[in-house]
């Protein structure tokens, strides 16, 4: 056998795969789950290296926040996968259409997921007195995540797209007003954020799954795509953790605890609805050390008797 032969052999191998890509798109809930034992953390541990996890949390953000961001610097935030089309309003009056080169072969496209939870800083009371409001009306919240989905639906580059949408987490109320108190010497007159507050922005999120999947609003429906329901409030074991401080750092931010409930959930619904994307039933995205350590060492002795 010829080097140019032994070469091929190797390269036909493929060395390496394209791995998939999962996305996390929020808030600090999700920004800050790059800690220890965070969710981002808990999915590397998961996934080991067989999928790409590339954070997009950005805290402070509500959902109007993270649609305009995206509206304008889609490109960025998703350069890892080729976009298709992209319209920027950087004026009122100017649109600009920013088209990049997509391969042709689907097959050359990774399989994306894209996890969002927003919904924490929308639910924030729009009673507050000065200072910056983060609220974000109910209708308008839910109208914003059906754009984020078509703006990932449409510009995004992918072999298959599933859409992993989470309720935003429940409050301690309690916790939270206590915090503020310590922290910022607040009176609590006016509850600032509270389960009562979050709780609606959560069946809105149900709400938009379930139309997705009864009526298929979405528009250009394809067989590569699909949204799935992360429901953090579901599950009887869930609600009595949520009910414990120890979930959360302050009553809104999440602890290790708190993380982990979101990863239980969000890996059972991936291991149910999204089985190209469990980890447990993956193979790594490159090829067998001793299985490609024999190939090497054969290559080189065929490469030396020449």
Same mark, same amino acid.
């Given at each position: 056998m010829s080097s140019s032969? !032994? $070469? *091929? =052999?190797? !390269? $036909? *191998? =493929?060395?390496?795969?394209?791995r998939p890509i999962l996305y996390l798109l929020g808030d600090s809930?999700?920004?800050?789950?790059?800690?220890?034992?965070?969710?981002?953390?808990?999915?590397?541990?998961w996934y080991s290296v067989k999928v790409d996890i590339i954070n997009r949390g950005c805290s402070g953000y509500n959902s109007d926040m993270i649609l305009?961001?995206?509206?304008?610097?889609?490109?960025?935030?998703?350069?890892e996968c080729t976009c298709r089309r992209v319209q920027t309003n950087h004026h009122h009056n100017s649109n600009k259409e920013l088209i990049a080169n997509v391969p042709s072969?689907?097959?050359?496209?990774?399989?994306?997921?894209?996890?969002?939870?927003?919904?924490?800083?929308?639910?924030?009371?729009e009673h507050?007195?000065?200072?910056?409001?983060?609220?974000v009306p109910l209708v308008r919240y839910s109208e914003n995540l059906q754009a984020i989905i078509q703006l990932l639906k449409t510009n995004l580059a992918y072999a298959r797209l599933d859409i992993l949408l989470c309720t935003p987490p429940p409050v301690h109320t309690l916790q939270y007003a206590n915090y503020l108190k310590e922290k910022?010497?607040?009176?609590?007159?006016?509850?600032?954020?509270?389960?009562?507050?979050?709780?609606?922005?959560?069946?809105a999120v149900r709400d938009l799954v379930e139309q997705y999947h009864t009526k298929k609003t979405l528009e250009d429906d394809c067989s590569n795509f699909a949204i799935h329901l992360v429901d953090l409030w579901k599950g009887s074991s869930n609600v009595e953790a949520w009910k414990q401080q120890s979930a959360f750092t302050d009553g809104l931010h999440l602890s290790s605890d708190g993380y982990r409930i979101v990863f239980k959930c969000l890996k059972s619904v991936i291991s149910k609805q999204v089985p190209h994307f469990n980890a447990d039933a993956m193979s790594f995205s490159h090829i067998y050390w001793r299985t490609y350590l024999e190939l090497v060492q054969q290559n080189g002795s065929e490469q030396h008797q020449q």
């Open positions: 032969q !032994s $070469s *091929q =052999q190797s !390269s $036909s *191998q =493929q060395i390496f795969k394209k809930i999700t920004e800050q789950s790059t800690r220890l034992n965070g969710l981002h953390s808990l999915l590397l541990d305009e961001a995206l509206k304008n610097n889609f490109n960025e935030a998703f350069y072969n689907s097959s050359s496209l990774p399989t994306v997921s894209v996890f969002i939870c927003l919904g924490a800083n929308d639910a924030s009371s507050v007195s000065g200072g910056v409001k983060q609220h910022h010497n607040d009176d609590g007159i006016i509850e600032v954020r509270s389960e009562a507050l979050v709780r609606p922005y959560a069946q």
